[in-house]
């Protein structure tokens, strides 16, 4: 969608069934004032759409797409079905879904239905396929918006209901019981199983509960959720196969697998909410852009961001004048073709009221709007940038069986270090509830990011030849062929990172014997004997081996330690205390025409960029000397270069640029050598070619 139209997509959501219609084209007006080019429309317009069974009202909806159509504002329409009407609950009330405690969900929010439901399925059918039939020919429908944020809520159901198809579910997968029994090893605890019907889905018990189990619960869960998507992609395949697709994404990649989408998904578009009292909100968003970006490789959307407050956080701080600004040049930076919002115009009712929206309760003459409008028309400047990508020759893998293995399965993300609560999140027993898998992956991505080295971060089950450096944190499951792959990566000239407490297990969750990281032992040249977690505030040291090659003498490292044994590999450092003093903590080991380097515990930041610097020097990956509070990256296409500049901080900074001539698209001025930025201050420098001088 974006490449061919040229165009930043500038918008939010817009709810106009909230507001009588005197307020549509006072709407309109501001609209256009903004440069807002779509509004996403019927995001939870189920109940309006359709009052009753048999009665489709598509009046109202007609009316505001034919007044944004006469106005040139596109419409990425939703499909409602994230909220569904209180009659089919009232009438199918076993739709609700059931939490892991057994207790079904009561109505009266959104997303309370179990993604299973047959009765929910089928109502979700006949109302897409009525709008899909609707408004196919629609000159103002550009994209649908299929459902909204799956899984937010209602993520996981324990249901009867989802019960029975988790058994054929694992019918399919394992044909026979003894197949099952064996892969799950239900001979500890007597969990042996003699009938499919025996399988209960896994409600929270009386302790601990099987890993192999739950992994399957929440392998079956996700492919729920994919497959509640693909009922209404099927729909628009058929009618409107001319319009794209898409469904916002949350960032959060622990609730289903997002990779089962790439297949049959267009665009993808996401909500992103970093909060504004986070000291490092720039590496969480950056970092989720960047997943984004790699899921399908190409352009994402940024669908909603809040124009200054949300409403969910205990408090919720405003974003200060200019950071709602910066933070949308920063995912444009990253790979986004538009910067929408939720939502256009303030409710004044309802669960939302007190989140900010880009017409705020106070009107146009507030600061929001300003920035908004400010905002809006500039995007206007740099619309050549939609449909560039993004060169990244490092990319972080990801694999969400490693994650549900080494995280609550669940997603409810409390792991407390107090025994008692510990027991009522946590299914399966782990090293270390301050081990985290997603942790792991930001501490590895924020230091070549800030580095502003461009980071890819894909499916561990992604083609990864492409890339120079591929790292893989705390990969807790090496699944058939993945060392295969890695194996040919390196010999062929890649260099390979692994970390702590990675290959442990096989894809049922059976631990590989003599030796961490199992499969990947060879390449790393490496076995694992021990690992050792650390108490929260305590450490170790890691002791550098040999001559300083950029780095120092000494680091910190903590969470979790390993005795770790060298078949092939050189050590490059040992740790410092305990009974493992001595023992070789970082270690490379040359593979064919490559590295692979173990990494066996969770080093500090300090060692973490000189590291990352180290291996750049390594790749001639080359890092620019620029303030640390500037984010840097890079979008091009066919020769041509796009530089974002983002002043993250609050003074004013100097940044030498390379030689050549520039323009700033936003002030369309020319520069050379000096760059400076205000504070949160932004700079868009296409460089000129050799020819254009
Ligand atoms: C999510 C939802 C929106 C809205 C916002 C508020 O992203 O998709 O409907 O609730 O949160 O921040
Ligand atoms: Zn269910």
Request: net charge negative; charged share 20%.
């Amino acid at each position: 969608m974006q490449s061919n139209n040229q165009i930043i997509r500038f918008g939010a959501d817009y709810f106009p069934e909230q507001w009588p219609e005197s307020v549509w084209e006072d709407d309109i007006r501001l609209m256009k004032q903004a440069g807002v080019n779509m509004v996403s429309l019927a995001i939870f317009s189920w109940a309006l759409l359709q009052p009753d069974e048999q009665t489709f009202n598509f009046g109202w909806l007609d009316q505001i797409m034919d007044l944004l159509a006469g106005h040139e504002i596109d419409v990425c329409l939703g499909t409602s079905t994230a909220a569904q009407p209180n009659w089919l609950t009232r009438k199918h009330p076993d739709l609700l879904f059931v939490r892991e405690n057994g207790l079904q969900v009561a109505p009266g929010s959104r997303q309370t239905f179990c993604v299973n439901s047959p009765v929910y399925r089928d109502a979700l059918r006949k109302l897409v396929r009525a709008l899909a039939e609707h408004y196919a020919g629609h000159s103002a429908l550009k994209l649908w918006h299929i459902n909204n944020e799956y899984a937010n809520k209602n993520g996981m159901c324990f249901c009867r209901n989802c019960e029975t198809a988790f058994q054929e579910w694992l019918r399919s997968r394992y044909e026979t019981l003894d197949r099952l029994n064996d892969a799950w090893g239900t001979v500890f605890w007597g969990e042996k199983y003699f009938k499919w019907d025996e399988i209960n889905a896994p409600r929270a018990s009386s302790g601990a509960r099987n890993g192999t189990k739950l992994l399957d619960y929440k392998r079956f869960i996700s492919e729920s959720i994919h497959g509640l998507y693909t009922e209404e992609v099927n729909i628009f395949r058929e009618l409107t196969p001319h319009i794209p697709v898409t469904t916002n994404f949350e960032g959060d990649w622990n609730k289903f697998d997002h990779a089962l989408f790439r297949e049959n998904l267009d665009v993808v578009s996401w909500n992103s909410y970093p909060n504004p009292l986070d000291p490092k909100a720039r590496y969480w968003a950056a970092m989720r852009h960047a997943m984004m970006r790699s899921l399908l490789g190409k352009p994402f959307m940024l669908m909603e961001q809040a124009p200054s407050q949300v409403d969910w956080y205990p408090v919720n701080v405003s974003k200060p004048p200019g950071l709602m600004r910066l933070w949308s040049y920063q995912a444009i930076a990253h790979g986004s073709d538009s910067v929408m919002f939720f939502q256009w115009r303030a409710s004044r009712k309802g669960a939302e009221k007190y989140h900010s929206a880009m017409v705020p309760h106070y009107g146009e003459k507030s600061r929001i709007f300003s920035e908004i409008v400010q905002l809006g028309n500039e995007l206007k400047k740099i619309r050549e940038i939609a449909g560039t990508g993004i060169k990244s020759r490092i990319a972080i893998l990801m694999d969400n069986d490693s994650w549900w293995t080494v995280d609550n399965p669940y997603g409810s993300g409390s792991k407390s270090l107090d025994n008692e609560t510990f027991w009522a999140a946590n299914g399966q027993p782990f090293p270390s509830v301050l081990i985290r898998y997603f942790d792991e992956l930001q501490h590895y991505f924020n230091a070549f990011h800030s580095l502003n080295a461009a980071v890819d971060v894909i499916p561990a089950h992604y083609d990864f030849s492409k890339y120079d450096i591929v790292i893989a944190p705390l990969l807790h499951m090496v699944k058939p062929g993945f060392a295969d792959a890695v194996e040919t990566f390196v010999g062929s000239g890649g260099t390979f990172v692994a970390t702590y407490l990675s290959g442990l297990v096989d894809e049922y969750v059976g631990v590989f014997p003599e030796g961490y990281p199992g499969p990947l032992k060879k390449v790393c040249g490496i076995a694992v004997e021990e690992f050792d977690p650390i108490q929260p505030g305590s450490g170790n040291r890691i002791i550098m081996n040999t001559g300083s090659n950029g780095f120092q003498k000494e680091y910190h490292c903590s969470v979790c330690c390993e005795v770790v044994h060298v078949t092939e590999a050189n050590i490059l450092a040992c740790f410092g205390n305990h009974y493992y003093a001595g023992y070789p903590c970082i270690t490379e080991n040359r593979y064919g025409k490559g590295k692979a380097y173990y990494i066996a515990t969770r080093p500090d930041e300090v060692f973490m960029r000189d590291f990352a610097k180290m291996l750049f020097r390594e790749m001639c990956i080359s890092v620019r000397d620029i303030p640390e509070t500037v984010e840097h990256s890079i979008r091009s296409h066919n020769g041509q270069s796009y530089e974002f500049y983002l002043n993250h901080g609050c003074d004013e900074v100097t940044i030498r640029l390379p030689s050549g001539q520039y323009t700033d698209l936003l002030t369309g001025e020319l520069c050379e050598g000096i760059l400076k930025l205000e504070q949160l201050g932004v700079s868009i420098l296409r460089r000129m070619k050799s020819n254009e001088k």
